[in-house]
């Protein structure tokens, strides 16, 4: 089993940042990303890294949003700049082990003025 514990969501005005954290436990994981979900939405990929650290992001946030991992502290950040409205929405934590995928349990992030 691997547990993931998310942090960093919260109110932003549009243009400022967050950044969100999420940290396994339990097992070794190898690929981790950021997935999101706005109401009335289907969830999406926002972005990936691999365990060679090799990464993807959602062309809406290209430029703007940054992944990242502290494999020491087995923690994959999600650094989030000039944020817009359109990107309010829960943040779920994923990460891929030997056995399973896990979810993290999310955390909101709301753009507004």
């Known amino acids: 089993q691997v547990q993931l514990v998310e942090s960093g969501g919260g109110l932003v005005q549009p243009g400022g940042s967050l950044r969100l954290s999420c940290a396994a436990s339990?097992?070794?994981?190898?690929?981790m990303a950021w997935y999101r979900q706005a109401p009335t939405k289907q969830r999406e990929l926002v972005a990936i890294?691999?365990?060679?650290?090799?990464?993807d992001n959602l062309d809406s946030v290209k430029g703007r949003f940054t992944i990242s991992r502290d494999n020491a502290k087995n923690t994959v950040y999600l650094q989030m700049n000039n944020l817009r409205p359109e990107d309010t929405a829960v943040y779920y934590c994923?990460?891929?082990?030997?056995?399973?995928?896990?979810w993290g349990q999310g955390t909101q992030v709301t753009v507004s003025s």
């Open positions: 994923w990460a891929r082990a030997a056995d399973a995928a896990y």
């Open positions: 339990g097992r070794a994981v190898s690929t």
């Open positions: 890294i691999r365990s060679t650290g090799n990464t």
